[in-house]
């Protein structure tokens, strides 16, 4: 019964034209993106590494899949939370607008059930949206530009990949962007719980982000004890896999800290929809 429920809750999902927005969005920045680095890319990587130059004798074009990949990564995947909020923020709130909502909890699944069922449909669409990105960032890339070593310019300088070295770190690295995108959609669906309006619990989830990012941001010591606790603060933790050698420690912390926000979100949502008082 909950498989079933699962699978209802996702072809509602389906059904729901913003559902579709992110996948168009996504296709098309990543178009844009590829034909502007296509057109005039040798340009963006001289002006980039025209520092390192100075010290480096480097030969033929860095410009290649995986770097292209990489600055798409880059690019978008911070606004990646925005899509997948529009479709979870929805998923309880949207329905408890509508009265669809009192019905589904006379059915025999527990509301526990209910609400796990709306959170995995939410992961799954989480993981399709991450997934798409993926295949339009690595597969048109590597169609337009061919493969190669992956030149990455960090604070500790000039990293070069060889390019059997890189696969591996792209999966990693799409693996941990998923628990950071994981922790959006539970705190969007958890906020659903809260609301009879889509809108509100997508704006609270993305001014929360932009809250605790200003707070990662501000070199202010107040904020100091509470900066690595912070799920914002791993957003971008996908990029220590490109990096050599791995942090791992650092991996697996961030790992960790999402995987809390994860289940804490889960027990704060369940509690409060069983003590939900569903009248319409």
Not at 42 to 54: K, M
Not at 62 to 81: D, E
Not at 218 to 232: K, W, Y
């Amino acid at each position: 019964m909950f498989i079933a429920a699962v699978v209802n809750e996702f072809i509602k999902i389906a059904a729901k034209p913003r559902s579709y927005l992110g996948l168009a969005a996504i296709t098309v920045l990543v178009g844009v993106i590829e034909l502007a680095m296509y057109l005039d890319g040798e340009s963006y990587v001289r002006l980039v590494t025209s520092g390192i130059e100075q010290s480096f004798d480097l030969q033929g074009s860095l410009l290649n899949g995986h770097l292209m990949a990489f600055i798409v990564l880059q690019l978008l995947i911070i606004h990646v939370p925005l899509l997948v909020a529009l479709v979870t923020a929805d998923l309880i709130s949207g329905e408890a607008a509508t009265g669809t909502l009192r019905m589904l909890i006379t059915r025999p699944l527990s509301r526990t059930a209910l609400w796990m069922a709306k959170c995995t449909a939410g992961a799954l669409y989480t993981l399709l949206i991450l997934v798409w990105l993926g295949m339009c960032a690595l597969g048109i890339s590597m169609a337009l530009f061919g493969s190669g070593d992956l030149v990455v310019l960090n604070s500790d300088g000039i990293l070069i990949l060889q390019q059997g070295d890189i696969l591996w770190r792209f999966l990693n690295g799409f693996a941990l962007a998923y628990l950071a995108l994981l922790t959006v959609s539970t705190l969007s669906l958890t906020l659903s719980g809260f609301s009879s309006n889509s809108l509100g619990p997508m704006v609270v989830t993305m001014a929360l982000i932009i809250l605790f990012t200003l707070i990662g941001t501000l070199d202010v010591q107040v904020f100091d004890p509470i900066r690595p606790f912070l799920f914002t603060t791993h957003m971008a933790a996908w990029r220590s896999f490109f990096e050599d050698p791995l942090r791992t420690n650092d991996i697996a912390a961030s790992a960790v800290i999402l995987l809390v926000h994860i289940f804490v979100l889960m027990g704060v949502g369940i509690w409060h929809f069983n003590r939900k008082d569903i009248t319409i």
